[in-house]
């Protein structure tokens, strides 16, 4: 009948904008079969057409250790595959790898194919290939992942990687996501290249090699360009559709060890004996074999070998008496599936139920645990709930691997951003670098996306006057690129008279609406002191900025509470007040546009992270840390340190053997101390730093 052929129609459209819909961002919701639906493409009344549309809405749940099935996926045509590959390869395949964090799983890998010449403008691919994995279903971990690659091969047996994409085998709720999927490809910015590659893929390497791939290009959204070269797949072909597959619920026992039954070996002298550096933390390791000694002794990046994991997670209910092991311990288990979970989570718990603070040296040590190699869902969410117990403060010093350690998670809705939300809300300085942090990894292109999510929850949840304020640092930054773009095009001679025009308007804007500078959120600034400002003569031409501080509204928010005759009682309070407002303050910063400020980054805070050490020891070398900010892509802050020179100049003043003189460096601080007593303290800071 035409009716039915018709309702057979809609339902395949219905399917396939289903399928663009959740790959791509639309504007629109897809229903349900519902009964507007049902009365749009219904021509009569009768009960054969409701029947069919009834069973639609019908979903059993069976849970996943009841399947028997293996793994296989069903590929089928790559669609618009780009011009410029026609020429360089002759031959293309697609490697398929399960991984599990950095785990790699199984390798498959597709025949050949070439490239089809259709009568449309768009070239494609066909595969129609089914790939069985061998493996169950039911033995795969929760957050494994299939990472597709799409090889070209070169006349010479040279093999590149062109682009990848990606599925997670189950979604949020934890079902397993069979049937079909459309994947978008995220094209390679140049060519990856294999070693040779042969159908089998047999390479003792091949684990490295892959492994490194994905270091190197873990995307963890998918491409939403809609022009984008896609593949259609289709995952578990033999499983019926209309069945949700979820992954079962995990069950510990209660456990009989506390974390009180460490015995320590004590020394003659009083201390503990133990290597602390590789976790031992004073712990007695009589009780352990010379070979598990050896494993435990190497070097915590050091990737442990399969037998060497086998032997430590045999002897895990030992080593869990050694709280400092939970790294290695973490990463011993051979399989990850929900046969296994069990004991994972029980050791875990043992942890957890404990004191935590004894796992490791320091409470920020947990950071190790939210790397790629530990992907498991509930040890992330337990390594939040310690995280929890640390103080804003500290947190704030390693945002930036916070921030990193997002792109690991398998959903964007995950307790660790939840967690970095709510540390928003109770420190306005957390929220401040949280902010930046984001917004400096939206040009990344594995990462862009979700950081552009976050940044948006962000801006939401932080308030209108804190959005004000990044708003108004955004322009500030966005201008100064402009500016910073503009003198390096400009002839030498009128870069200064630019420099100057441009910076009026920044400067009118700042007087009228006051805000903090990008690279600390104490720093207000209401002005720009133009005389002062210009730019160096390197290969990137870096602003020299000087602002004028704002003390005053700084303190303003702090003043609005008090009454008048309040303030009139506190004449401490008046006279600060009259200092901050009568007293100039200058910010002077390096605005630099065409350099990857994130290594600067990186160092500056591993300095002020040693020096933090240092003090709490009682040793102060009288180090003067400055602060370095990337904002967005080969742009950002540097925080110049005033009255300072480098040793270069210093000795330069004395000539070409400056350097060699032993007293260059004291005539050099004579000069600027006149006085004894400013001259030792010079000393003491210099002999300290």
Not at 425 to 443: E, G, P, T, V
Request: proline share 4%.
């Amino acid at each position: 009948r035409f009716e039915d052929e018709f309702i057979n129609i809609v339902q395949i459209f219905v399917k396939y904008i289903r399928l663009y819909s959740n790959t791509f961002p639309v504007n629109f919701q897809l229903p349900k079969i519902s009964n507007k639906v049902q009365k749009a493409i219904s021509f009569d009344d009768d009960q054969i057409i409701e029947k069919k549309f009834v069973t639609l809405r019908r979903r059993r749940r069976t849970e996943i250790s009841q399947l028997m099935e293996l793994l296989t996926i069903h590929l089928d045509i790559c669609t618009q595959v780009p011009d410029k590959w026609s020429t360089t390869y002759h031959n293309y395949a697609i490697m398929l790898n399960i991984f599990h964090g950095y785990n790699l799983i199984k390798s498959m890998i597709t025949d050949r194919t070439k490239i089809q010449h259709l009568n449309t403008r768009f070239k494609r691919l066909t595969f129609n290939q089914c790939i069985d994995f061998g493996i169950p279903i039911s033995m795969l971990p929760r957050e494994c992942r299939v990472e597709l690659i799409l090889i070209g091969f070169r006349a010479k047996s040279e093999v590149d990687a062109l682009a990848t994409t990606f599925l997670y085998l189950y979604d949020i709720d934890e079902i397993f996501q069979n049937g079909f999927h459309l994947l978008p490809w995220t094209e390679l910015k140049s060519p990856y290249t294999f070693p040779p590659i042969s159908m089998e893929f047999d390479s003792p390497d091949k684990s490295a090699t892959l492994r490194e791939f994905l270091e190197n290009n873990y995307f963890v959204s998918h491409n939403i360009d809609p022009n984008a070269m896609m593949i259609v797949i289709r995952v578990a072909p033999t499983l019926p559709i209309h069945i949700d597959y979820y992954f079962p619920e995990i069950k510990t026992k209660e456990l009989s060890i506390s974390m009180n039954s460490i015995v320590p070996m004590a020394r003659n002298d009083g201390s503990y004996s133990g290597d602390s550096l590789y976790g031992f933390h004073g712990c007695n390791t009589n009780r352990l074999t010379t070979n598990v000694v050896k494993i435990l002794q190497k070097n915590p990046i050091e990737q442990l070998t399969s037998n060497e994991r086998d032997i430590i997670w045999k002897q895990r209910k030992t080593l869990r008496e050694f709280p400092g092991l939970i790294l290695k311990l973490m990463k011993s288990p051979s399989s990850w599936s929900f046969h296994d979970l069990p004991a994972i989570y029980e050791l875990l718990k043992g942890f957890d139920q404990g004191h935590y603070g004894n796992v490791f040296r320091t409470k920020i040590e947990v950071l190790q645990l939210l790397s790629m190699d530990y992907p498991d869902k509930f040890v992330r969410r337990t390594v939040v709930k310690w995280l929890n117990s640390v103080s804003v403060d500290e947190l704030c010093d390693y945002l930036p691997q916070l921030v990193q350690s997002l792109r690991f998670e398998t959903s964007i809705d995950c307790h660790l951003i939840w967690s970095l939300f709510e540390f928003s809300l109770m420190s306005a300085r957390f929220c401040h670098y949280f902010y930046w942090q984001l917004k400096s990894c939206l040009n990344d292109n594995t990462f862009g996306i979700r950081c552009q999510i976050y940044l948006n929850a962000l801006l939401i949840l932080c308030g209108e006057r804190t959005r004000d304020q990044f708003l108004g640092q955004d322009k500030i930054c966005e201008e100064l690129s402009m500016i910073s773009a503009e003198i390096k095009q400009a002839s030498k001679d009128s870069r200064n008279i630019i420099l100057r025009q441009r910076l009026e308007k920044i400067n009118e804007d700042l007087k009228s609406n006051p805000t903090s500078l990008p690279l600390s959120p104490s720093l207000f600034v209401n002005g720009l002191s133009i005389d002062q400002c210009s730019y160096f003569n390197s290969n990137s031409l870096p602003l020299k900025l000087v602002f004028e501080g704002a003390p005053h509204y700084r303190i303003k928010s702090s003043f609005d509470n008090y009454s008048i005759t309040t303030l009139a009682d506190s004449s401490t309070q008046s006279k600060l007040a009259a200092i901050y407002k009568s007293k100039h303050w200058w910010h002077k910063i390096i605005f630099k546009c065409g350099d990857d400020l994130r290594k600067d980054m990186l160092v500056m805070q591993i300095i002020s992270i040693i020096n933090r050490v240092w003090l709490r020891s009682g040793l102060n070398l009288r180090l003067i840390i400055f602060s370095v900010l990337n904002s967005s892509h080969c742009t950002g802050m540097i925080e110049m340190v005033s009255r300072a020179s480098t040793l270069r100049e210093i000795q330069q003043e004395h000539g070409l053997t400056g350097n060699f003189k032993h007293h260059t460096i004291a005539t050099w601080l004579k000069r600027y101390n006149t006085n004894e007593f400013s001259y030792r303290i010079a000393i003491e800071n210099f002999i300290h730093s």
